[in-house]
């Protein structure tokens, strides 16, 4: 069996980085009690996990829910259980056997079994009317779901996959009650109830989203906390109330300067985390509405962003370090430094490149465009990335009208198609090849452009399916030069991840993955 090597590079960048900020020793026993307390930023855009897109929705869902593996933390990527005792897969990749532990309860007291998984899949792959399963394509493959036995699962795919495995793993995939989803097709955007370490217990918009230990938990002796609170401030106020020590930390994302200020009033009472992650920021282009139907016109807007540029201005203001084409910085399948150099956009000589720009669009009939950039509402990194974008613009006779919405309104656009470019994000569970391509599938439940290219819908197909990592690699490879090459989804940066804890919280290392490592289960405070 193939398993792709994903990024040897990017992650010994993080192990260098990570270890001047260790989050603890493992030789430390963890104690149980207390409330953790974290800044989160945004309202949850759904309660259901299949649906929703956005971390700050993970965040708050994630303590209550279970998956059937998932990504460890400590070692990230690689995949253990988390419901599962065990997975067989068999030779030709096609088939994928799971059998549950023993004995999990849901928060209402039932027993978790193959019935609840078969319902939780089906649903995703295929959603009942008025579900818009967010990560549908990730399942594309699958062809059947088979209860052998009330703890054994059995999923049977098209053809083979790569990454199927990785799909089993993924964080969004929350295990839903088959009994609950029977009597109220409507109870994942209702009702938070799973198996997870913690139970619901209650939502306060504009304020807070918290949840107690459940004593119920298939993990013995976890959850180590009684209880999480994340409260809802972003900004200033986050970083004063972080270094007031009113919050135990911001395990998202923070910039240089409010660590510098946090680190100014606390000392080592702030534990630091850094790491390259899998995020990437991208503009989204809608290609149903002219004239952004005229590729001149995307390159010409691709064409007028100095990415070396704003990575000395974003860098340490909006976190984000390298300039990007679609694979994050340090993957296996990223260009090199010089290589990307190549690509239209990406060179040195960014003059001669808003040249051509202006050109294209004077070509296109387009000298005097204007349009709306609608964007999310948060200080970091989006209102900065928004303020490059139009600026570099500008430079090409561009006008553009920036529109911040709130994270819910800002997807729904993005979903519905309700707009004309747009700032985006790719971040991806894992580095395998098919998770990070997804978002540039035309047709896909990720996509937000309306482009229509059977090229790409081919090589993402073949690239999954195959059992050869070269082969796959080389697959990968000529969809990221198609997808450039169209500009339906303008590549700009890739960031990295800096956190922070209070020192005393315990048992929590970044991963380069937004969405890993959010039940809390593993998280201890020290006094």
Known sequence: M????????????????????????????????????????????????????????????????????????ENYPEIVADTAESWDISDDLKTYTVTLKEGIEFHDGSTLDAEDVKATFERIAHPPEGVVSARQTALSDLESIEVTDPRTV???????????????????????????????????????????????????????????????????????????????????????????????????????????????????????QVTPSTSTSLIDVNTRKPPFDDLRVRRALSLAIDRNIGVQALGDQAGQR???????????????????????????????????????????????????????????????????????????????????????????????????????????????????LLKYVPGSSADRTGIEDAKLVELFEQQNRTLDEAVRAKLAKEFVVRAVELLYVIPTFNAERLIVLDSKVKGWKVPPSFYVGLDLADVWIDG
């Open 322 to 436: 390298w300039a990007h084409l679609i694979f994050r910085h340090g993957h296996d399948l990223a260009p090199t430094d010089e290589e990307l150099k190549s690509y239209p956009g990406f060179g040195e000589d960014i003059e001669a490149a808003r040249e051509e720009a202006r050109n294209l669009l004077k070509e296109a009939g387009q000298s005097d465009l204007s349009f709306t950039l609608i964007n999310r509402n948060l200080p970091v990194p989006s209102e900065p990335l928004a303020v490059f974008f139009i600026d570099q613009w500008r430079q090409i006779g561009v006008n553009v009208k920036h529109e911040p919405l709130d994270t819910a309104a800002w997807a729904g656009r993005l979903s519905s198609g309700d707009y004309e470019v747009g700032i985006d994000l790719n971040a991806p569970s894992s580095d395998d090849p098919t998770d990070v």
């Open 2 to 73: 193939t398993i792709f090597s994903h990024t040897r590079r990017a992650l010994a960048i993080g192990a260098c980085l990570l270890a001047t900020a260790s989050p603890g020793s493992a030789q430390e026993m963890p104690k149980s009690g207390g409330e953790l307390k974290l800044a989160v930023r945004g309202e949850p855009t759904s309660f259901d996990c299949q649906t929703a897109t956005s971390f700050n929705t993970l965040q708050y869902l994630a303590p209550h829910y279970s998956t059937l593996l998932r990504f460890d933390q």
């Open 154 to 272: 059995k999923f049977t795919l098209k053809s083979p996959s790569s990454s199927f495995l990785a799909a089993l793993a993924n964080p969004w995939f929350c295990l839903y009650s088959a009994d609950l989803m029977k009597e109220n097709p409507d109870y994942p955007d209702k009702l938070v109830m799973g198996t997870g370490p913690f139970t619901f217990t209650e939502y306060v918009s504009g304020d807070h989203w918290s949840g107690k230990r459940f004593d119920g938990y298939f993990k013995e002796g976890k959850p180590y906390l009684d209880s999480f609170r994340n409260q809802l401030v972003s900004g200033p106020a986050a970083t004063n109330a972080i270094a007031a020590g009113e919050l135990h930390g911001n395990i998202r994302f923070i910039s240089v300067p409010a660590k510098d200020q946090m680190q100014s009033a606390r000392g080592d009472e702030l534990t630091f």
